[in-house]
């Protein structure tokens, strides 16, 4: 059974940072390609960063780019999301996913499993 526990949500004032992990289990967390998404009150679930299986490959959504990194521990099973700069804009519940193949991919479609998210708040 896949699992995917997302941590490290709270409540921040904006320009300050949060780290959120994903744990995986369940699956060969190590030839998968990993994605980040958030979705706000209202909106639908948008693409936030992912990482290719080796980590050699990163994509950012432009909203993110140059605050935020994505960065995965395949000894660990886990990937993280490095959140600096924080904006109320940013406030949402974000969630892990992963992918079947390897490849980096932003389109929401493309990923097969989902953990449960991490509300993330940020106040201004």
């Known amino acids: 059974q896949v699992q995917l526990v997302e941590s490290g949500g709270g409540l921040v004032q904006a320009g300050g940072s949060l780290r959120l992990s994903c744990a995986a289990s369940g699956l060969t967390f190590s030839s998968r390609a990993m994605g980040w998404f958030r979705q706000a009150p209202g909106k639908e679930r948008e693409f936030v960063s992912a990482?290719?299986?080796?980590?050699?490959?990163?994509g950012y959504a432009d909203s993110v780019k140059g605050r935020f990194t994505i960065s995965r521990d395949n000894a660990k099973n886990t990937v993280y999301l490095q959140m600096n700069s924080l904006k109320p804009e940013d406030t949402a519940v974000y969630y892990c996913?992963?992918?079947?193949?390897?490849?980096?991919?932003?389109?929401?479609?493309?990923?097969?499993?989902w953990g449960q998210g991490t509300q993330v708040t940020v106040s201004s």
């Open positions: 996913a992963a992918r079947e193949g390897g490849a980096y991919v932003n389109r929401r479609s493309a990923y097969d499993y």
């Open positions: 990482i290719s299986w080796t980590g050699a490959i990163t």
